[in-house]
């Protein structure tokens, strides 16, 4: 009676594993396409932030160009009123433009920089967010793997909540909600 009672305890644990089994199946399979999904829409928003990056330099460096040009119309300006001669006060005054007219320009290449550095910072959280989404996805199916081999169904359910976390960074990342945690980005960065 006993090898019959062993039989169906065998039948019964075989089962419940096959159950266990398939439901890791179908939670990798969901994070594994929603981290491949997640992956397309980080490889955008890193294009984003190099494009927007590029601009700040750009931005930046036309700035110090005009600088340099200010530089160069100011140190004009000083010689020419320096020689104290009547005859340069027309140059005297077109200088006096230019060294206007950069200053103005300086401003306003300044303020569109920062817009450009603003625009990185502002996509930045969200690249961050796809980052940890990715992070917490591959922890998960990870334990997914050692839970099918141990079918520890308390495994399974850590595993659940970390592979869920993920998702719902990725779903904010894809929403543009900045949930963005700094504690783990920091200890990460």
């Known amino acids: 009676m006993s090898d019959i009672t062993e039989t169906i305890q065998e039948t019964v644990e075989k089962a419940g594993e096959s ?18 999904l997640c992956n397309v829409k980080d490889g955008n928003v890193v294009q984003a932030m190099s ?18 040009k200010q530089a160069i119309a100011e140190e004009a300006l000083d010689q020419l009123k320096a020689s104290n001669n009547p005859a340069n006060a027309e140059a005297i005054r077109k200088y006096e433009q230019k060294v206007a007219r950069y200053d103005k320009e300086k401003a306003e290449l300044k303020a569109k920089a920062e817009g450009f550095e603003k625009e990185y910072d502002d996509i930045n959280v969200f690249d961050d967010q796809f980052d940890m989404t990715e992070a917490f996805l591959t922890i998960a199916m990870t334990m997914f793997g050692i839970t099918a081999l141990t079918q ?25 909600i900045p949930l963005h945690s700094d504690f783990i980005s920091k200890i990460l960065g």
């Open 19 to 36: 159950k266990l089994n398939a439901k890791i199946a179908l939670l990798v399979a969901i994070t594994a396409t929603f981290m491949a």
């Open 51 to 68: 494009q927007a990056q590029s601009r700040g330099v750009d931005a930046w460096s036309y700035y110090q160009a005009k600088s340099t």
């Open 152 to 176: 520890n169904r308390r495994l399974f359910y850590f595993a659940c909540l970390v592979s869920g976390s993920g998702i719902v960074l990725g779903l904010a990342a894809f929403l543009h």
